[in-house]
């Protein structure tokens, strides 16, 4: 499976996955990094205004890069993050990233994860989620982001995953009213 996302990736973002190595030192770049992928995603017109990217938790070296491809690809589950992670578990050969020697990982993303990220995460062995927009930012232009507990944060810091939301939230929210705006496929709407 994993072969497929990555033939399905298109070209500019493969060729964003050669920065992988590349050091982004500061939280704000590594977030502005996340959101950029998504604003490129919606320019480009190669899926909808979610961007995310993995990254080492100590130090910042990119792991691997993330947009949605749900309607390009036609895969219900190749959102940002799930993208990202499956390459990142690709990248390092490993199926969970929770005791890799170069870990723990961090996941930038441009939303908070809907209900599937929000396992897939659970799951992956990432130990920290950044987040931009809020789920009411992504419903709000008609996006139905699943039912995900209200206090979704807590549950994965009760998993050990340390969490942090809203950073960079107005840039975020600028990409998902551009998609709208500009009549971007709903895909999930409710």
Known sequence: MIATINALLPAWLQEEMTQSGTRFE???ARMRYAIALARRNVDEGTGGPFGAALFEAQGGRLISVGVNLVVTSNCSHAH?????IALAEQALG???LADLEAGPYALYTSCEPCVMCLGGILWSGVRRVVSAARDADARR??????????????????RGIEVREEFCRDEAVAVLR????TGG??????
């Open 80 to 84: 940002a993050e799930m993208v990202a």
């Open 185 to 190: 496929i709903i895909y999930n709407g409710r």
């Open 94 to 96: 490993s199926y969970s």
């Open 141 to 158: 232009i008609g996006f139905d982001e699943g039912p995900k507990p209200e206090n979704w944060a807590e549950a994965l810091r009760s």
């Open 26 to 28: 500061t939280e704000e």
């Open 178 to 181: 551009d998609y709208a705006a």
